[in-house]
């Protein structure tokens, strides 16, 4: 049997639990919140930037022109180069005993043609490459690909 000091002190616990339960539900803010509004990394800011004077901290920034950025075409280097760069990665898997790459690595999309397919089997298709006759070419190996700049 449970004497009656027993019985009050559960009593005080479990009266002092509700208590703590219902005053931190007071003080909490689920109930107020929108399921439905942005998250904070999502809502737009206002820009300022400082101007690094004591006397005004910040001010509007000047707002960017509106548009899109401006188009970079980068070429891929002429096919002597992805060559000669084939040859080196090639030659670097050789020494290092890794996986030989393969040649298609270095063909652009243009310059490839799926020939025949034996997908059925598992097997890779058979790609036909052939270089674009209309591309220039360049004598040096070394030059980057040209970039060209608008």
Same mark, same amino acid.
């Given at each position: #049997? #449970?004497? +009656? ?12 639990? &509700? ?13 107020? @919140? ?8 999502? +809502? ?14 910040? +001010?509007?920034?000047?707002? +960017? ?7 970079? #075409? &980068?070429?891929?280097? &002429?096919? *002597? ?7 080196? @990665?090639? *030659? ?6 890794? *996986? ?10 243009? *310059? #490839? ?16 490459? @052939? ?5 220039? @070419? ?13």
């Amino acid at each position: #049997m #449970m004497n +009656k000091s027993i019985t009050i002190r559960f009593l005080s616990l479990g009266l002092a639990a &509700v208590a703590f339960v219902l005053i931190g539900a007071n003080f909490s803010q689920v109930q107020a @919140q929108d399921p439905f509004a942005k998250p904070g990394w999502a +809502k737009p800011r206002t820009a300022t930037t400082s101007t690094g004077s004591p006397s005004s901290p910040g +001010k509007p920034a000047k707002p +960017k022109p509106a548009g899109p950025p401006p188009v970079v #075409m &980068v070429l891929a280097p &002429v096919i *002597e180069q992805r060559i000669a760069f084939y040859k080196q @990665q090639r *030659e670097a898997a050789a020494l290092n005993g890794s *996986e030989l790459p393969k040649v298609t690595s270095v063909l652009t999309l243009d *310059e #490839m043609a799926v020939i025949a397919s034996n997908a059925s089997q598992g097997a890779s298709p058979l790609i036909n490459s @052939q270089p674009k006759s209309s591309a220039p @070419q360049s004598d040096n190996a070394t030059t980057p690909p040209q970039v060209a700049k608008n």
